[in-house]
């Protein structure tokens, strides 16, 4: 049965929230035959998110891309028809007029508030709970996450075994890499760094660039690049350059598409990864990260951050566990690294191992997409 979708997404102050609504509405639009409507209240936002794959949309019209129509989320709104299926992303308030809409419906409209991805334990417990409205409509909380009693994670029919393919393949790698003009050292190890601001990102770009070994960073185009330019001591950069100081090469790239950029993960050593969507496809990548998580008042996000790492180092030894711990936790704590340089940004056949290990035991779950075409079959 063919179903419509309309996924509501307000962007905040980052790509998180656009990232997760544009993979999730193309997913359900190739692989369920849903009909999609994505709405998106900062078209400046999408349009670097799929730019370079098809030259941006505009606000004046619907523009069909890869089967999903993305329709610019204006304040002043146009009343349209409400559809079988309605996403209200990380709580952004419906227009009232659709609301409305939903409401005289004669089906009713299934409303599902998609919640942002928590590993903490009360999550399960919420998950899938109603909430019922004052105009008689019902709302469901779906909240992702990492155990089979939530939502589950964002992941793409044979994006794994692309990925696993495409690392197998040094040559499809050396293309990859050869297109956004990067040709590291052979006995360098590739990292990328995508992370909001950090007052302690120069601490730990000189201990790295004290260490032994040699380390070529990929810093795509964004909010860090100020305070790495800051440390190379530079007023500007040069897209595509090669900056040394001691061990470390430093390299501005362009701001990738969604597509590149998950190749950018699966080529690279260590990613340093922040928010939510380039979280999650860092995991998908089954390489050695580091996770950026969003500040919160109160340090709020910490205790997120505990969550997901109990979860994350539960198969780990005692030391490797000590060493990402303090890592971790430094970092998001924006303090001085709390290790040896040689172990800030580490990759090696053990870290590579576990996070293939974490990546195959979160496979077993069925992943966002299915799990809401599911819960709308059920309600029906």
């Not at 950069?237 to 597509?259: K, N």
């Amino acid at each position: 049965m063919r179903t419509s979708w309309d996924i509501f997404c307000h962007v905040v102050d980052n790509y998180g929230d656009a990232g997760v609504c544009w993979r999730l509405a193309r997913q359900l639009a190739a692989e369920f035959d849903a009909d999609v409507r994505l709405w998106v209240d900062d078209i400046e936002t999408f349009n670097r998110l799929c730019a370079s794959d098809h030259g941006g949309i505009s606000q004046t019209a619907a523009n069909e891309i890869d089967g999903v129509l993305v329709h610019y989320w204006s304040a002043q709104w146009q009343p349209v028809a409400s559809a079988d299926v309605v996403i209200e992303a990380f709580g952004c308030a419906l227009p009232p007029a659709y609301i409305t809409a939903m409401a005289a419906r004669n089906v009713q409209t299934l409303w599902l508030n998609l919640e942002y991805l928590s590993a903490e334990d009360w999550v399960a417990g919420c998950h899938g709970l109603p909430s019922l409205q004052a105009n008689g409509l019902q709302k469901y909380f779906f909240f992702p996450g990492f155990s089979p009693t939530t939502g589950g994670l964002l992941r793409e029919a044979r994006l794994l075994q692309t990925r696993r393919e495409f690392q197998r393949d040094g040559v499809a790698k050396a293309q990859f890499l050869s297109r956004i003009a990067v040709q590291p050292a052979p006995d360098a190890s590739l990292v990328s760094l995508f992370c909001y601001e950090n007052s302690a990102l120069a601490s730990w770009l000189t201990a790295i660039s004290e260490a032994e070994r040699q380390h070529h960073i990929l810093v795509p185009e964004g909010r860090v690049t100020k305070e790495v330019c800051a440390w190379l001591g530079l007023d500007s950069y040069t897209l595509g350059e090669c900056y040394v100081r001691g061990r470390v090469c430093l390299q501005f790239i362009p701001f990738l598409s969604q597509h590149d950029y998950d190749r950018l993960l699966w080529c690279c050593d260590f990613n340093v990864v922040r928010g939510e969507d380039s979280f999650v496809r860092a995991q998908w990548a089954g390489r050695p990260m580091l996770w950026h998580i969003y500040p919160q008042q109160e340090d709020a996000h910490l205790v997120k951050l505990a969550a997901f790492l109990n979860l994350y180092s539960a198969d780990l030894s005692a030391d490797e566990k000590a060493v990402l711990m303090r890592r971790w936790q430094s970092w998001n704590s924006a303090e001085a690294p709390a290790v040896a340089g040689d172990q800030l940004f580490a990759g090696g056949l053990g870290a590579v191992r576990h996070a293939e290990q974490w990546c195959t035991s979160l496979e077993k779950q069925n992943n966002l997409a299915e799990l809401l075409v599911q819960f709308y079959r059920n309600w029906v």
